[in-house]
């Protein structure tokens, strides 16, 4: 053991030198925090909306009426008057235009003689979100002009509250767990693994190996100054993007503590898995080409930036086998909904059994010897 | 730790091999090293000599046979023998990104020295190899013999029986290199340390060793004092001298002389004479002229080198094979 503090304190001293190191590894699940978080999930507004009326009945001016009073409330589309149908549809296509609303000829009259007319919302697919929330709105302020005048004397209808059980979650809450799981595996690659197969090729092991340092000792001071570094980056990261995504009730010594213990056991799998990962790696390139699609095999499929409930079922497979899932998962309920550690023990199981296979694979793997 | 070991033996190597794949890097090597000697391994790059010093130094398992080290067997006991010897590699394993107190430390630390006994070692050993106002400075700031002389000090952090050094002098400069000798010699001069080091240079061999296996392609091809060597190359002593007026009957005057194994007539009555005495033939030459009153205008005499032994045993010249073959791989040598 007191040799393994050897290699610790080798550690610790060269990453005490590199605030580089440390940065790097911050920025990245920093970065992406903030512009992630702040680009996704807000409420699409200010889509240029072209409306042709071919109608110029009453109800069509009640129509425009409701479509301008949306752009200057919910702002979600502004409304732009077209003469001409086919240059509303090639302004769209130009990308000058969000969406089309079309008023057909004799809209007004058929509406009163109630045959049911149609108006025609023409949006530009190759953006999901904003055509969905423009159709979102559309479908509403339709719903609105069909809603009845008088109260119907027919039996009541059913109606469906919804109702929060937290408090408004945005999405760089949503997103910090997996920045802060990201955090750690940033500096488990770095730190970690690129470290360990660099100070390999420069033949700084062969050095160790000479001494009567044991096996076991190599692996323990490897694993353990690479955790304590990525617990490092994981606490950082965890605090400050808790301040900046405002998460209630952060500093909760309990809740605290519950978090610190996630952060750790997150670091050990991860380091365990990198060691696992580079235990019979010798050449310099390969972690480098590695841990771009390494990253990407591990945090997306984790639910980090959407839910795993949307993926295809291939996917969830590769989820349910991924031990970022149950880090960013385990966060997340620490996070967003405070529930105590007896929530995520599935989460501490999998990060345990984890940690326990891949540190038992890279003691196999590992040699002694050049 | 650094007594001699009770047997007088420090290293037994017995039919010890190596094979990379196809490659036999080493072939059933066998040698003895004394106790307080310093043994040298000669031979050029690619002959085996680092891959042999990895096996004695536990890096690289052997293939076949064994050895033991300081009473030791590599295979079967190789933590104690990791205890006991101290080991300079041949590449700079010392961490450039810490200080030089600091690898020392650190070092010490793998060897289970701590606390107050570690900063007292530290201190001296930075002390010995003359870097104790470079303690603080970073390993990456320190010139190619200063390294070197780091990774010494880190080597002897715990005072070992036997010291490995792989060609230690290799890349450095010249004054360098003397100030590496000088600490070698120091290192065996204390309390009787053993040293086995590997080089392909002539001089380092010559210089420094008390005995000297010459190595080629996996095998020993020679053992024995440099001196012995050299003697044991038959006429290698070559001797250019010149008459005035020439001798009576020429070179047939010169090949009657018992310590004379042949002569090359060079013109202008001068000659060149291989012989097996060296400069001890120097005499008959003298009194040859003497006897016939000619005057000896000029005589020169050069010795035998290692590069003549090498030739000789090996049918190569050192110099060439290093020149062939100048960057060893890393697991071989």
Request: charged share 20%.
């Amino acid at each position: 053991m007191k040799r393994a503090l050897a290699l610790v304190e080798r550690d610790m001293r060269k990453f005490r030198r590199s605030p580089a190191l440390l940065f790097a590894s911050l920025v990245l699940p920093l970065v992406q925090l903030v512009i992630l978080g702040n680009a996704f999930g807000g409420n699409i507004k200010n889509v240029m909306l072209g409306v042709v009326n071919l109608d110029h009945g009453p109800e069509s001016v009640d129509v425009i009426e409701r479509v301008r009073a949306v752009g200057a409330n919910a702002r979600t589309f502004l409304p732009v008057d077209y003469v001409d149908q086919g240059v509303a549809i090639g302004d769209l296509r130009k990308g000058e235009l969000g969406a089309v609303l079309i008023i057909p000829q004799h809209y007004s009259r058929d509406l009163l003689e109630q045959h049911q007319p149609r108006l025609a919302l023409i949006t530009d697919n190759t953006d999901r979100s904003t055509a969905g929330a423009v159709d979102d709105q559309m479908t509403q302020l339709v719903a609105s002009i069909n809603a009845p005048q008088v109260a119907s004397r027919e039996p009541g209808q059913a109606a469906l509250d919804v109702v929060e059980v937290y408090p408004y979650i945005n999405y760089i809450k949503y997103l910090l767990p997996g920045s802060v799981a990201l955090a750690i595996f940033v500096m488990s690659m770095i730190g970690g693994g690129l470290l360990f197969i660099d100070d390999k090729s420069r033949g700084l092991h062969e050095g160790y190996m000479v001494t009567p340092i044991t096996k076991w000792e190599l692996i323990l001071g490897f694993n353990l100054s690479g955790s304590i570094k990525a617990f490092i980056a994981g606490e950082t990261v965890l605090v400050l993007g808790a301040v900046v995504a405002d998460i209630p009730n952060f500093f909760e010594p309990i809740r605290l503590i519950e978090l610190t213990l996630m952060v750790i056991l997150t670091s050990i799998a991860l380091i365990g898995m990198m060691f696992f990962l580079m235990a019979r790696i010798n050449d310099p390139l390969v972690p480098r080409a590695i841990f771009g699609v390494l990253n990407t095999l591990l945090f997306f499929p984790s639910g980090a930036v959407y839910p795993i409930a949307g993926f295809p079922q291939w996917l969830r497979w590769m989820s349910a086998g991924d031990p970022f899932t149950y880090a960013v998962h385990g966060f997340r309920t620490l996070l967003l909904k405070d529930v105590g550690i007896s929530a995520i023990g599935t989460d501490v199981f999998a990060l345990a059994l984890t940690s326990t296979v891949v540190l038992a694979g890279a003691t196999l793997l590992f040699r002694r010897t050049l | 730790m650094a007594a001699p070991a009770q047997s007088g033996i420090a290293i037994d190597v017995r039919s010890i091999s190596k094979r990379f794949g196809a490659l036999e890097a080493v072939d059933q090597v066998s040698f003895m090293v004394k106790s307080g000697e310093i043994f040298g391994l000669l031979g050029p790059n690619g002959a085996g000599k680092s891959t042999l010093i990895r096996m004695l130094t536990t890096l690289v398992p052997p293939t076949g046979g064994t050895a033991t080290v300081a009473g030791h067997d590599i295979i079967h006991d190789p933590n104690a023998v990791r205890e006991r010897i101290g080991v300079i590699p041949q590449n700079m394993t010392s961490d450039p990104e810490l200080t030089c107190a600091e690898n020392i430390g650190i070092h010490a630390r793998l060897y289970g020295i701590t606390g107050a006994r570690r900063r007292e070692r530290t201190a001296e050993l930075l002390e010995a190899v003359g870097l104790s106002d470079r303690a603080n400075a970073m390993a990456s700031t320190l010139s190619g013999g200063m390294r070197r002389r780091l990774e010494i000090a880190r080597g002897l952090v715990h005072d070992p029986q036997i010291l490995f050094l792989d060609e230690p002098t290799t890349g450095l400069d010249p004054v360098s290199r003397v100030s590496v000798w000088e600490m070698v010699t120091h290192l065996r001069a204390q309390q009787g340390r053993t040293l086995l080091l590997t080089t392909h240079y002539m001089d380092e061999a010559d210089r420094l060793c008390d005995r000297v296996a010459i190595v080629d392609k996996g095998h020993i091809v020679a053992l024995d004092t440099p001196v012995a060597l050299k003697a044991s190359v038959p006429g290698a002593s070559r001797i250019e001298l010149q008459f005035d007026p020439d001798l009576p009957r020429g070179a047939a005057d010169l090949e009657a002389l018992p310590a004379v194994k042949s002569v090359r007539a060079l013109g202008s009555a001068t000659y060149r004479i291989s012989s097996d005495r060296g400069p001890a033939s120097a005499q008959e030459l003298i009194d040859l002229a003497r006897a016939h009153k000619l005057e000896l205008k000029s005589l020169s005499v050069e010795s035998t080198s290692l590069d003549d032994v090498f030739l000789h045993y090996t049918g190569h010249g050192l110099s060439e094979m290093a020149e062939a073959d100048p960057q060893p791989q890393r697991g071989r040598a």
